[in-house]
């Protein structure tokens, strides 16, 4: 069926099967230390990113580019209209003081209008410096003061309040638009009297090297580092990830590409998919939250031909189908279906990849059973027409992998920074590797240093932090990045992310523990939310576990128990506990005898933005979690176990 439908057949088109070539090179003793993928689409020494919605409505005005969510369904937006909207937004920038090279914070959730002031202050001949939502008016503080940013597009009062309560102290606190209070028409109407000419002088001025944004890193630890990124790099990020991609997606389903962008656009990844869009003709669509809850609807009525997520995405459709199953009395049931499409997706792609003979008879009718008892369900859930993912932002489970390539939906991983622009690996059409985070993105290469730390090199990769050359000499030797990430590159050239180099955990007995791998795993099955892997200067592993909450609710209900059950009672209830001991199995899996997971405790409440234990971007803050929970985790070894 679909997907691998596509493969089988795309597989005979030698062309769009080759379309990245790495190149490999060995160390003395025969490992695979490098990879490099040649450029598919040279870099552009003229212009700017601020070109692409002018360049689509000069040379396909009426093509679709953007559909805007409205009440009653999606209203289409050819490029002309964007085209018309960018330059009207743009003049309302230059009426209200933006000069060439200023600063334009936009802080807001995504929606139609993020994509277009970026564009706006693009034309404009500004700079663009995103900022979460979620913001406390410390960050924003910083951020502002930091980037001497005079103007902020806020979304809602609250966001406005905050800003003005962390720049009240400045000499001169920016001007603040609030969205909903009618910004986009405040600025279009400010600048009525500004000739079209003015935008048009702005934009062409800028050249590939202008700096297009400061992104702000939402680091775990630390004051937030600004990463300048040119127009260079943001064309060499989107140009060639479409390049790669989007051929053989169109060519191989034969349909018009389309997604629905829930990814916050104040993360590098959400900024650079808009411009892909935009530079490939994709039509895009825009939805303000990636809970599963709230995203399901808009995904059904959209019905995108392919995604880009996180693996929290991807972890809750699962736990979303089980739990669904579970309600009706056929938990087990998914629970083999989960089995069977695990087998038979190992199976299937071992035969694509001429590695195996493929699922035998009994797995082939096993398949079609749970195909229509489960995997339609799946697909349903996100629309019905999306055969292709990319998951970013942390490793996702390579079991999770091959249940929905069963399910029909390919999920290309992929890997990258703020630093690289979004992805600097992604796995490359027709050539899957469930497990890893693919090949260099084309025009990139991958090295692995001595003490296994990832090290990036292309048109991607950033010149410097904004006011920080100590920073920026830190992490940047001649053209190579230092990542602070570790991992490995296979006999092919795809690299796999072991961990972070800051976190490698150290026990009493001397091994060498990297709680990534162990975190990602553990979130990937409920009923676990966050999860803190401890052990530096201890006898052996342990973690901190807390629950997620729609999880949980499901735990008590097909148990019978009352909703408000209190946390202290449920961290202690044995069946919830060896229901976390599947999955902390499930983790250890992965890791030896020493570094398996020995202990654990749950812990009540969550670990989330607003109390300062995750970032932005879902990653923890361990440093904080850890005082947090000092108490927990001195008990977990108090034991002597």
């Given amino acids: 069926m679909g997907v691998r439908k596509d493969l089988k057949r795309a597989k005979k088109r030698t062309a769009s099967a080759d379309r990245a070539q790495v190149e490999v090179t060995r160390d003395a003793n025969g490992v695979v230390c490098e990879a490099r993928t040649p450029v598919l689409a040279p870099a552009t020494t003229t212009g700017s990113t601020a070109d692409l919605p002018f360049t689509n409505a000069a040379e396909a005005p009426d093509a679709v580019v953007v559909r805007r969510r409205e009440r009653g369904g999606w209203r289409p937006v050819t490029a002309a209209a964007f085209a018309r909207e960018v330059t009207a937004v743009a003049k309302g920038l230059i009426a209200a003081g933006l000069e060439p090279g200023g600063r334009v914070a936009v802080m807001s959730r995504t929606r139609y209008e993020w994509t277009l002031l970026d ?68 600025l279009t109407d400010g600048g009525r009297d500004i ?34 990124l040119t127009h260079a790099n943001l064309y060499a990020e989107a ?59 808009a995904l059904r009525e959209f019905r995108p031909t392919f995604l880009v997520g996180v693996p929290y995405l991807f972890e809750k459709i699962h736990g979303t189908g089980r739990a669904t199953a579970e309600r009706i009395g056929r938990g087990a049931s998914f629970d083999r279906a989960h089995r069977v499409g695990v087998r ?101 290469a991958v090295r692995i240093a001595d003490d296994g730390e990832v090290l990036i090199k292309g048109g991607i990769v950033f010149g410097a932090y904004w006011n920080d050359p100590a920073a920026t000499d830190a992490v940047l030797s001649g053209e190579w990045f230092a990542t602070g990430d570790l991992g490995s590159l296979d006999e092919d050239g795809y690299l ?108 009540e409440g969550e670990f989330t933005e607003e109390n300062g234990l995750l970032t932005p971007s879902l990653k923890i803050k361990r440093h904080a979690a850890l005082q947090a929970y000092a108490e927990q985790v001195e008990a977990l070894y108090a034991s002597g176990r």
């Avoid at 663009?128 to 939502?133: A, F, G, I, K, L």
Wanted: proline share 8%; with cysteine; hydrophobic share 40%.
């Fill in 496 to 603: 796999t992310i072991t961990g972070r180099k800051k976190d490698i955990l150290v026990t009493t007995g001397g091994k060498n523990v990297s709680p990534a791998v162990l975190e990602d795993r553990l979130r990937s099955r409920p009923p676990v939310g966050q999860c803190v892997v401890v052990g530096d200067n201890r006898p052996y592993v342990a973690a901190l576990i807390s629950l997620d909450r729609e999880d949980l609710a499901h735990w008590l209900y097909v148990r019978g128990m009352p909703a408000d059950t209190p946390m202290a009672e449920l961290v202690h209830d044995p069946r919830l506990r060896a229901d976390v001991q599947k999955v902390v199995d499930h983790a250890n899996q992965a890791v030896s005898r020493a570094e398996s997971i020995r202990a654990f405790t749950l812990v």
């Fill in 119 to 186: 564009f706006a202050i693009w034309a404009a001949g500004g700079l663009s410096v995103p900022v979460y939502p979620t913001s406390s008016p410390e960050q924003i503080e910083w951020i502002v003061r930091d980037s001497a940013t005079r103007f902020v597009v806020v979304e809602t009062a609250e966001n406005a309040a905050a800003v003005a309560t962390g720049t009240a102290g400045h000499p001169a606190p920016p001007h603040i638009w609030q969205l909903d209070a009618g910004a986009v028409a405040e």
């Fill in 344 to 444: 038979f997706g190992e199976r299937h792609l071992d035969r694509f990849l001429g590695r195996g003979k493929g699922p035998g008879p009994g797995l082939r009718a096993a398949w079609a059973l749970y195909d229509l008892l489960v995997y339609r369900r799946i697909r349903k859930e996100i629309g019905g027409r999306t055969r292709y993912a990319i998951s970013g932002g942390s490793p996702l489970d390579r079991e999770l992998s091959l249940f929905f390539y069963a399910a029909g939906i390919m999920i290309y991983e992929g890997y990258g920074l703020t630093e690289t622009t979004a992805a600097a690996t992604i796995v490359p059409p027709l050539r899957p590797r469930p497990g890893t985070v693919g090949l260099p993105v084309p025009g990139t």
């Fill in 195 to 228: 000739p079209d000419e003015d935008v048009t002088k702005r934009r062409t001025a800028m050249t590939p090297d202008s700096v297009a944004t400061i992104c702000y890193t939402s680091g775990t630890t630390g004051r937030p580092k600004g990463c300048v």
């Fill in 239 to 297: 140009a060639n990830t479409v390049e790669l991609l989007h051929p053989v997606f169109k060519e191989v389903t034969g349909e018009q590409a389309s997604t629905l962008l829930f990814l916050p656009l104040a993360h590098i990844l959400g900024r650079t998919l808009q411009i892909s869009c935009l530079l490939a003709r994709i039509e895009l669509g825009h939805f303000p939250s990636i809970r599963p809850d709230e995203l399901r609807p």
